[in-house]
């Protein structure tokens, strides 16, 4: 997070700076990376999702099969993109089996919150895992997380 910090200060995520990259080879890729998902793309939809940590969810699983059927609907950015829209709309936070409305997410519970950049309405951050996740400290992570993103991001 620092590191982006360096090259983000004073930058908004709409113009994705163009920043000169004078650090380590690895540094100097995460941040292009980070620029670039930043940037606009007038090819697809508006609406892009950013999924991480899906390797990580296998462990929390008993059934292989059931890992694979999950991973094929992360894997469909519409389909995550409603279930977010869904949760929020419905004025939730946390949605826990068949209340995502995803038959295969039935054992697995999504607790989001939105962030927003200088006061409007910018994304959701979301936690997705088995239904007997600790709730109270996944909201508290995606509330901190959301805060201090869209903190970050509307100062620049």
């Given amino acids: 997070m620092t590191l982006l910090a360096q090259h983000l200060i004073g930058e908004t995520p709409v113009s994705a700076p163009t920043v000169v990259l004078q650090g380590p080879a690895r540094d100097n890729e995460i941040v ?5 998902a930043m940037l ?10 950013f999924i991480g940590g899906a390797s ?7 059934a292989v099969a059931q ?3 999950i991973l094929q609907i ?12 869904d949760v929020l709309d419905r004025g939730l936070h946390v949605a826990i089996g068949t209340e995502t409305g995803v038959a295969p997410l039935a054992e697995c519970a999504i607790v989001v919150a939105p962030y927003d950049i200088e006061g409007m309405r910018a994304g959701t ?6 239904t007997r996740m600790n709730y109270s400290e996944a909201l508290a992570a ?4 959301s ?10």
């Fill in 32 to 36: 292009r990376l980070a620029l670039e």
């Fill in 40 to 49: 606009p793309d007038e090819t697809q939809d508006s609406e892009r999702v």
């Fill in 56 to 62: 990580r969810m296998v462990s929390s699983f008993d």
């Fill in 67 to 69: 890992v694979s059927d």
């Fill in 74 to 85: 992360l894997e469909q950015q519409y389909v995550v993109v409603s279930l977010l829209r």
């Fill in 125 to 130: 951050i979301g936690v997705l895992g088995p």
């Fill in 142 to 145: 995606v509330a901190v997380v």
């Fill in 147 to 156: 805060n201090n993103l869209g903190q970050r991001l509307t100062e620049g």
